[in-house]
């Protein structure tokens, strides 16, 4: 089945009153790639669409672990991501985090799909992180430094592959094996690929962090004045892939101030040891629309949580085909 059928037989699926489709992972990637997941999220900030009027995510206790409650509203559409996240799960071979997705129209608020959430997450997130790195990252850019060998990871390969034509992708890991698959997915793509250690971001035009790390991945002296540095590890506030030399060097660009000052930890500890000010934060809206300009002369960070409304555009893009 193509992808133009899959998403003609989507949009016809989409249901009324008690008759809501249900769109599988394979229907949502069959009718969203990444690249065009990445386009429906640049087109939302430059149509007027500002980050900040999202409401918060809700975090809250249950059972063994917590739900995850995630709404938004664009245009004609409104919806919600409910996610639980419980950490016990991988010990009975069940994912650690799952999710639904609940879209309606807003004028009713009628439920018209639901749809597997955790492949919306594989999507958004890529595809955000490849919006601000098209912005920030110089056009030449060549060599793309990537920590993290999981899903994310490969994810972020494939996007950052269609906004740069780099011909060095490094790969730095814990585990030589999951090194390996990483670099062996990235060589599937077309690009050069290999292995590496943390200080090749030394002459790095691309650093991408996609890991669960608490601490920094490396010396943030070392990143040159022309890199664009993208970190997605983590939304908690406790926890950071780069240092405060880093961010204290940077032109830092965020999904949301206020976001961002409640759940990235990147963020919150330059802010908190005084590397960091947080009236220097850059909303890439911002940057979308031309409103602040990038700093070519320094660091370019983007720190990313992953947002409501990413979760939305992306599914009105599984029920509105191109």
């Known amino acids: 089945m193509t992808a133009d059928t899959t998403s003609n037989q989507n949009q016809q699926n989409v249901g009324g009153p008690g008759s809501p489709a249900w769109y599988t992972s394979d229907q949502i990637l069959a009718g969203v790639s990444v690249d065009r997941a990445r386009t429906l999220l640049e087109n939302t900030l430059a149509s007027g669409f500002r980050p900040e009027d999202d409401p918060a995510r809700s975090n809250i206790p249950a059972g063994t672990g917590h739900l995850l409650l995630m709404p938004s509203v664009l245009g004609d559409w409104a919806g919600i991501k409910v996610a639980s996240v419980s950490p016990k799960n991988p010990e009975q071979g069940l994912p650690r985090i799952q999710a639904t997705y609940v879209l309606m129209d807003s004028e009713t608020l009628t439920v ?17 992180s490849a919006v601000a790195a ?20 490969l994810s972020h390969i494939e996007a950052f592959s269609k906004i740069r034509s ?23 793509l077309g690009l050069t690929a290999r292995s590496g250690e943390a200080t090749e971001v030394s002459d790095a035009d691309v650093v991408v962090c996609t890991t669960s790390a608490a601490e920094p991945l490396f010396d943030g002296a070392l ?11 983590s939304h908690e506030p406790e926890f950071r892939e780069l240092d405060s030399t880093l961010m204290g060097r940077a032109q830092v660009v965020v999904e949301d101030r206020t976001t961002a000052m409640r759940e990235a930890g990147d963020v919150i500890q330059a802010v908190n040891d005084g590397s960091l000010a947080e009236d220097a934060l850059v909303d890439l809206v911002d940057i979308v629309t031309g409103a602040t300009k990038p700093d ?16 939305l555009a992306v599914a009105i893009g599984v029920v509105e085909p191109e």
């Open 112 to 128: 018209q799909a639901l749809m597997e959430g955790n492949v919306l997450t594989t999507l958004r997130t890529p595809a955000i």
């Open 166 to 188: 780099f011909t060095d992708v490094v790969v730095c890991g814990r585990t030589p094996e999951k090194v390996d698959a990483a670099v062996e997915h990235a060589r599937s």
């Open 296 to 311: 070519l002369d320094r660091p370019r960070v983007f720190k990313c949580v992953g947002m409501s409304w990413q979760d």
């Open 223 to 233: 990143v040159p004045d022309n890199a664009c540095v993208v970190a997605m590890g």
């Open 134 to 153: 098209d912005y920030l990252a110089a056009p030449d850019a060549s060599k793309l430094v990537m920590f993290g060998t999981g899903p994310q990871a």
